[in-house]
């Protein structure tokens, strides 16, 4: 991709430049890791010492290889501690680390660059598109919420939320109040007759 790109005159798009950052060294910690979540059921969590030694490279190569696919967004990690006692050297320590919990995945922008065996299938049109009309459905069912269902829906902070609801409590009691334009010509008890107009007493 580089050498296509100089002889394009070029840069790199963002796309590219995260495809190369995969090594080999990258690629062997990824199949490791990969081969531990078919095996333990999705359970990924082994120490810096146990993929060393499963993928044959050094601490450092390990450090270098976590770092470009979190990178590339095929690997998200976090941390894994234990409750401890203080040591001295750290009396407000609570918690130590004692490995990293990791997630594997493979972002779509990245697909392209697959060998076209490997790449994924494309849905059908009728698929996408009912896809696109059911993300619409949504966005216009949304915009009918009541501003009590907005604040609970999207304001996490339970203070501010309890705030809004209140607002959103007074907002809902002065619009229900509001009364419509009554329609006078809808009805006309004078004259005979069916319909809107011109209805009769007992009708």
Do not use: H
């Not at 394009?8 to 590219?16: N, V, Y």
């Not at 459905?137 to 609801?165: F, N, T, Y």
Request: overall charge positive; aromatic content about 4%.
């Amino acid at each position: 991709m580089r050498r296509i790109a100089r002889a394009e005159g070029r840069q790199l798009t963002e796309d590219e430049r995260l495809a190369t950052l995969i090594t080999n060294t990258a690629l062997r910690v990824f199949e490791q890791l990969t081969t531990l979540a078919r095996t333990c059921a999705g359970k990924v969590f082994p120490t810096w010492e146990w993929i060393e030694a499963a993928a044959g490279v050094s601490r450092a190569s390990v450090g270098r290889a976590l770092v470009a696919l979190a990178s590339m967004g095929l690997l998200d990690k976090q941390r894994r501690c234990v409750p401890i006692d203080p040591p001295a050297d750290r009396p407000k320590a609570r918690n130590a680390q004692t490995s990293n919990v990791y997630r594997m995945s493979f972002p779509n922008r990245l697909a392209r660059f697959l060998p076209r065996r490997l790449r994924p299938v494309p849905l059908p049109d009728d698929v996408v598109q009912r896809e696109v009309d059911r993300i619409e459905q949504i966005e216009v069912m949304r915009l009918w919420r009541s501003p009590r269902q907005v604040v609970a829906e999207e304001i996490e902070d339970a203070g501010l939320r309890q705030v809004l609801d209140s607002l959103a409590i007074a907002i809902e009691k002065q619009e229900s109040q509001k009364n419509g334009q009554p329609l006078l010509d809808s009805y006309d008890l004078r004259t005979n007759g069916v319909g809107l107009v011109g209805q009769r007493p007992n009708a």
